[in-house]
């Protein structure tokens, strides 16, 4: 009986770990293969169609490029602004999606005469790269734009403006030795740590009767064996608490992808100044959409703080 009980704990264990395997690999393709929004995405919301298009028409702007520190080739659209500011603002998206898409904020800036850069992360876009990074390599690349800038414009200030991933990328690259001349960061609806992140998301799935410690397990391995990085490590909570750079936390009270109390505990570990923004009735990233009255009141506001 006792062989008989041991060779069918192994074939449940087996079948568990098969199982966990193939669940990871749909969730490798479902959440790191990069992808990008279609026109018929970005013409469902007229606010995210009317900004594409203006963006597309402006005649102030150039296709940029640098090389990543492990040798990739990364794209960003530089929109020069009407004024010739030394102000930047670096507009970084979120999943799904590439430069183009932060064209809603592109123009925001713009009108108020500053220049804005529009990275395509890796993998996005027209920059190289096989997989999302969710902020680990980002990070790096986010530096490297940073210091693109300074050698076109020794008299550039920068404020970096994240949505999503793009705010975790936000956050994790003010958790490095930044120059001076970053003088502030908005971090709008950013998660905590990837790894939470993925465990949020895979409890909202059908398919999750599998341990979610044994996915995360099995998922953290292939993210390492394929992509190079630990998602263990993709964490803006211990890079906030290493900031120096002023930001702003923003989130939507509705958020049904990154729960909002990701965004107050983002705020509480921070060591740098900061400002807490919590939009009502504002679904993920849709915060400068229901209430752009208050959310540009409070980019102003830390603007005027920093001397931006």
């Known amino acids: ?153 020794k008299d550039a200030k920068i404020m970096l403006h994240g949505t999503s991933m793009g705010a975790a990328i936000t956050l994790m690259t003010t958790g490095e030795h930044l120059p001076d001349q970053v003088v502030m960061a908005v971090s709008d609806s950013s998660y905590t740590s990837l790894k939470e992140e993925f465990a949020d998301v895979y409890k909202t799935l059908k398919l999750s009767v599998i341990p979610s410690m044994l996915v995360l397990l099995i998922m953290r391995a292939i993210v390492l064996f394929r992509c190079g990085y630990d998602i263990d490590k993709v964490n803006c909570l211990n890079a906030v608490s290493r900031s120096k750079t002023p930001t702003l936390f923003i989130h939507g009270d509705e958020d049904r992808l990154i729960d909002p109390q990701m965004c107050a505990r983002l705020y509480e570990a921070c060591s740098a100044p900061k400002q807490y923004c919590l939009i009502l009735g504002a679904d993920h990233v849709k915060g400068a959409y229901v209430d752009s009255d208050k959310y540009w009141k409070k980019v102003h506001s830390l603007m005027e703080k920093t001397g931006f």
């Open 1 to 153: 009986m006792s062989k008989k009980r041991n060779f069918v704990l192994l074939g449940l264990l087996s079948a568990a770990v098969g199982g966990s395997y193939a669940l990871t690999s749909y969730l490798y393709d479902l959440s790191l293969v990069p992808k990008k929004k279609t026109e018929e995405d970005i013409n469902s919301d007229p606010d995210d169609a009317k900004a594409v298009k203006w963006l597309r028409e402006y005649d102030k702007k150039e296709d940029a490029y640098i090389k990543s520190l492990d040798e990739l080739s990364l794209h960003a659209t530089l929109l020069n602004a009407e004024t010739g500011s030394h102000k930047y603002a670096i507009c970084i998206h979120g999943v799904k999606s590439d430069g183009e898409y932060m064209a809603y904020y592109a123009k925001h800036y713009i009108d108020n005469g500053i220049n804005v850069l529009l990275p395509d992360n890796r993998g996005f876009g027209k920059s190289e790269g096989n997989y999302t990074g969710y902020g680990y390599f980002d990070r790096l690349d986010i530096m490297e734009w940073i210091y693109f800038i300074l050698r076109r414009d």
